[in-house]
């Protein structure tokens, strides 16, 4: 299409037609039918910015329009298309062209086609999808500006810190307030952003804050565990600005400012006893900012949020993010490490091994090398606590957890009285059943070692000294060979007739002579 506006504005600067010709790439003669037909039609430079060449080929070429006939893209469609990843208006109008050839109308080219789309997303939409795509990036950070509560007993004032999150496309805006900015608050805070949007962006962009980047680079930051594992839940990227470089986020920034105009200093006549009365107010005042109309355009940041962004955003999961924290530990000999004063086994190979801990209010999880190695449910309670798994276990250990109180009952039982009344005893005079079990263990031991027979006796030898017998003592009686003799001694009564004093050869040391 001939530069009609070029001639003109080069024309009232005093140029002369052969010089405009090499400036617009056309024949003088077609500039000299151009300024004819501006000064009949009394057009002349400066022009109004809404006016195209299009516009001036119908004014002043009428003929040519309607011979050419070209085809208004659908700007409603193009609008739409331009939300979906990968879209720009380069491949919109490529293909637009496409269609126009193939009904044989004639298409726009590239700047007319992009002229009229802006004019159309300035007049009739909030938002203008070539500076940002809807659903794309959602900024957060923590206000510099806080509120205050008042303690009800004490007086004194306690700062809220204020987390700010905005999406740039519409400038949608979501505020809450904090007692801390702690790993556990920021997470929270996201979570609640994602449910106020009702959906969650593509693209987080923190702050280089602590709680969501644990060491800041300019080409690879180090993400936090626990905040990477929310967005990777959620479907999302995190996405840091980098240092000092404010412009990487500038729709929250401004929105920092303009909240601690619009909510912070709006509240500070107000006095607050807890967190709820704080948010409670701030929802109120939060829901009259995203309501307040643009100046320069029209719809208001909720308007174009609803219906210009939401549908782009990702969908949120049915079940929220539960928050995890990591630990590491090295696992002790007794393959169990310790949480909250909480014992909790991990597989016997991996003594001395650094494994790291994930830790949610109801699953402990153990991995090494990034794998898991390990799984269970939380303990709870102010006692030291067991969660022990039998697969955990050595063979030989193994064997303890098989013999529970009932079974070495069952067991003494079949041993001999004696035997039962020192089990029994020992499970009276220890408070923890695990000390105990494993103190009968090793009575179980001894009767392996030496039999069930000598245990017996053993046990009874025992109980005549003391009602609860310690391990150390009946393993003295049978290490000495005490029980031997009380044996020797009955078979020996037994032979030598019914009188208990009446000695035979063996205990002279002689031969009988039958």
């Not at 000299?32 to 039609?41: H, I, Q």
């Not at 929270?188 to 962006?201: C, K, L, P, S």
Request: positive net charge; glycine residues 4%.
């Amino acid at each position: 299409m001939v530069k009609y506006r070029e001639i003109l504005r080069l024309h009232s600067q005093g140029m002369s037609k052969r010089s405009i010709a090499a400036s617009c790439g056309c024949s003088r003669n077609t500039i000299t039918s151009v300024l004819e037909r501006a000064t009949e039609c009394v057009i002349s430079w400066p022009l109004s910015e809404d006016v195209t060449d299009g516009d001036l080929q119908g004014y002043l070429f009428p003929e040519r329009s309607n011979v050419q006939n070209h085809r208004m893209p659908d700007y409603e469609y193009i609008h739409k298309e331009l939300a979906k990843k990968g879209v720009t208006l380069t491949l919109l109008w490529e293909e637009y062209c496409r269609t126009c050839y193939q009904t044989g109308e004639t298409p726009y080219m590239y700047t007319q086609f992009c002229f009229h789309y802006r004019k159309y997303a300035n007049t009739t939409k909030a938002t203008l999808r070539i500076k940002r795509k809807p659903g794309e990036l959602m900024e957060v950070d923590w206000a510099g500006q806080t509120a205050f509560l008042k303690d009800n007993i004490t007086g004194d004032k306690l700062p809220a810190y204020i987390f700010v999150a905005t999406l740039p496309c519409s400038q949608y805006t979501y505020v809450e307030a904090f007692l801390s900015q702690n790993l556990e608050n920021w997470i929270t805070a996201h979570i609640h952003a994602f449910h106020f949007y009702e959906g969650v962006a593509n693209i987080i962009v923190p702050d280089n804050l602590k709680t969501g980047v644990d060491k800041s680079n300019y080409w690879d930051p180090k993400i936090n565990r626990s905040y990477y594992e929310m967005a990777e839940y959620y479907g999302a990227a995190v996405v840091p600005a980098r240092v000092r470089r404010p412009k990487d986020k500038p729709s929250v920034e401004g929105n920092v400012g303009i909240v601690s105009t619009w909510i912070i200093a709006a509240l500070r006549n107000q006095t607050f006893f807890s967190l709820r009365e704080l948010n409670e107010a701030i929802q109120i005042k939060l829901e009259e900012f995203n309501q307040k109309p643009f100046q320069k355009k029209t719809g208001s940041r909720q308007t174009a949020f609803r219906e210009e962004e939401k549908f782009a955003l990702l969908p949120i999961p049915f079940k929220p993010y539960e928050l995890a924290t990591w630990k590491t530990a090295i696992v002790p000999l007794d393959y169990h490490i310790v949480v909250d004063k909480m014992h909790y086994s991990v597989p016997y190979e991996y003594v001395k091994h650094e494994v790291e801990i994930r830790i949610t209010s109801k699953v402990l999880e153990l991995f090494f090398n990034h794998i898991r190695i390990a799984s269970h449910m939380r303990l709870t309670g102010t006692k030291e606590g067991f969660s022990t798994i039998p697969e955990h276990m050595p063979e030989n250990h193994r064997m303890y957890m098989e013999w529970d109180k009932d079974h070495i009952f069952d067991w003494a039982d079949k041993v001999g009285e004696h035997t039962r009344t020192v089990i029994d005893a020992i499970f009276t005079a220890y408070k923890a059943e695990r000390q105990a079990q494993k103190m009968c263990m090793g009575v179980i031991k001894l009767a392996d070692r030496f039999s069930l027979e000598r245990l017996e006796e053993a046990c009874r030898q025992a109980l005549l000294y003391s009602p609860s017998p310690k391990l150390n003592s009946i393993k003295t009686i049978l290490k000495q060979g005490t029980d031997k003799s009380s044996t020797t001694t009955k078979s020996v009564n037994k032979q030598s007739g019914s009188f208990s004093f009446t000695r035979g050869a063996d205990y002279f040391g002689g031969k009988r002579n039958d």
